[in-house]
């Protein structure tokens, strides 16, 4: 049987961070002001550990936020001994962190393997180096693929984390920065829509119309480019669009931009959309009054229907379907869509679309 994932998060929030990129303010995005000690963490390990199930879980402990290996290195180690007595006594079974990619080096990297840690995340965001420099970030993208090559050599797991929609970043600048990512083979990615935050830079240059955000479409239609790209190399994307807490949300801390609770939702139904659409089109018929029986595994179905339906009210809007029927068949993977119309069935593979659509958009060969 295989074991469920539970994390541990504990937010370190800018501390050790003298870095003051346009759209952050740390304190902000964690919710949290206090600076972490060794007790704080010890706390949130058991207080979390107490709440899992005893048997049967596989648990990591993570430091987000701020840039961990920038911190003094004492205070690393004070705050690493933490999790690795737990990691020893076999309690957790993992522990990750994000840094930057100027914060990565021999040294570091050391430090890091006498404490056992397993998986180091890199705040990239970008690999134009226009982009870099107008987001304030102050490293460049050469220090990305020698930090990169660097966390591989010492047989760390690597994540890269990217950003859509900075200042000076479009559609194609995004897409190469995916492209790269996939040239590096990292264990995981984390993509991220770029919002106007309280209190940043970045809100003054909106306020003063220096920048635009994206709409929430133009998010979702670059993260699906985005996401398919990483599917089809089989890279794993934990993360996509910012986690709502209290006060990431619009109208609080989020002053502007294309936030949305269920961000990953939204691309991962736009995905089958468009592989629905590609599929139908190639038929050449019409469908005026016909009914649509999609069958798909517990978890695809969701994302088959769409936000409230957008899906099914999408396909009876431009084919013409009576009826879009959309069935639960968990003896499917979660690849595979059984299609019935006028009482044919055939099955559609998922990974097969998300490789024609990249083909036509060039973004893959052949
Ligand atoms: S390096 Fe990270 S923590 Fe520091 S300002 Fe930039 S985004 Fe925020």
Known sequence: MSKNYYIIPIFVPHLGCPHDCVFCNQKRITGLSTDVTEDYVNKTIMEYLNTFPKRNITVEVAFYGGSFTGIDKAIQRKLLAVPLKYKEEGKIQGIRLSTRPDYIDHEILSLLKEYKVDTIELGVQSLCDDVLEKSGRGHNSNQVYVASKLIKDYGFNSGLQMMIGLVGDNR??????????????????????????????????????????????????????????????????????????????????VVAGPFHP???????????????KEYLDEKIRSYF???????????????????KSSNIDYLKKIYGFKKVKIYNNNELNFDTLNITLGGYTEQLDRKTGIKEHLSKLKLIEG
């Open 172 to 253: 194609e600048k995004s897409l190469y920065t995916a492209r790269e990512f996939v040239k590096l083979n990292p264990y995981c990615v984390r993509i991220y829509p770029t919002l106007v935050i309280k209190d940043t830079f970045l809100e003054k240059l909106y306020q003063r119309n220096l920048y635009k955000p994206l709409t929430l479409n133009e998010a979702i239609d670059i993260t699906t480019d985005i996401l398919m790209l990483f599917q089809f190399h089989n890279i794993h994307v934990i993360r996509v669009g910012l986690q709502p807490t209290d006060n990431i949300t619009l109208g609080k801390d």
């Open 262 to 276: 269920s961000f990953r939702q939204l691309v991962e139904s736009n995905i089958i959309r468009i592989i629905l």
């Open 289 to 307: 009054n016909d009914t649509l029986i999609i069958e798909a595994n517990g978890k695809t179905v969701s994302y088959i229907a769409g936000q």
